[in-house]
């Protein structure tokens, strides 16, 4: 593993340690290119927040400066990039990525942890049986995907469907078809691995090999020590050999 894209923050509010802690974790791995990817500030047209799920919009100066002072700290010792993991909202994308721009965000990676626009909509980890949630889910990553704006798919797998297996298989291969057509990588999410979440989802890597979707791990680091587990990426290595699944080595970013 030489390249990790997927690295949270403090600012997302269920993160610790500092930059500098996970670029030296990094390091120490022997990984050569590590993007930033903290939960995206989307801006909701509502009173509230949700506190402790994503960094709030006012903290994005913040970590695009602190990001480039490490960059050009570190430069000539690991290559840095910075980037958010964003879930696609129709409703106020747009915003985001003005607002991402206007930082020097230079790349997004799709996380689609809830469906709609999220308010008052369900989570993508919450169990379902219903077939109508799953294709709600498939619709909007691919819509996602179809703008152009995302490097790769974290954890495609996350939706937690418990019905119909064949209602799955028909599902995620729409997932991994327009990937692949589009040359998206799919995500192995390797903190959903060692922490025995329902993703990985084995049944998914079976239609990713079938598929021949291109595939990068990601370490979903909210931890500096989560950059660089070796026991876990030897464990996603097995799954990648269990279903020939197409491994790269690092993702050529879609600029925002």
């Known amino acids: ?145 179809e703008t152009g704006l995302f490097s790769y798919i974290a954890h495609p797998d996350v939706l937690r469907f418990e019905g119909d297996p064949a209602e799955y298989d028909r599902g995620c291969r729409r997932i991994c078809v327009r990937a692949r057509e589009l040359g998206i990588p799919l995500e192995i999410n390797l903190l959903g691995l060692k922490n025995g979440r329902h993703y990985p989802n084995e049944s998914f890597w079976r239609i990713a090999g079938e598929e021949g979707n291109a595939v990068i791990l990601g370490s979903d680091a909210h931890r500096p020590e989560d950059v660089w587990v070796p026991e876990t990426e030897l464990s996603a290595l097995s799954l990648v050999n269990k279903y020939s699944l197409h491994l790269i080595d690092k993702v050529e970013l879609r600029r925002i």
């Open 1 to 145: 593993m030489i390249a990790n894209y997927h690295t949270h923050t403090p600012r997302c509010g269920h993160a610790v340690g500092s930059e500098r802690e996970y670029i030296e974790r990094a390091i120490e791995g022997g990984i050569e290119i590590l993007g930033f990817s903290d939960h995206a500030p989307y801006r909701f047209d509502r009173p509230g927040k949700y506190p402790g799920v994503r960094m709030e919009p006012e903290m994005l100066p913040d970590y695009a400066e602190t990001f480039f002072t490490l960059r050009n700290e570190y430069a000539g010792r690991i290559e840095l990039h910075l980037g958010v993991e964003a879930e696609y909202y129709p409703l106020y994308f747009s915003s985001l990525v003005d607002d991402l721009r206007a930082n020097g965000v230079e790349y997004m990676i799709l996380g689609q942890h809830f469906l709609g626009n999220e308010i008052g909509e369900p989570g993508s980890m919450a169990a379902t049986t219903d077939p109508a949630v799953l294709d709600r889910y498939v619709s909007q990553v691919i819509e996602g995907i």
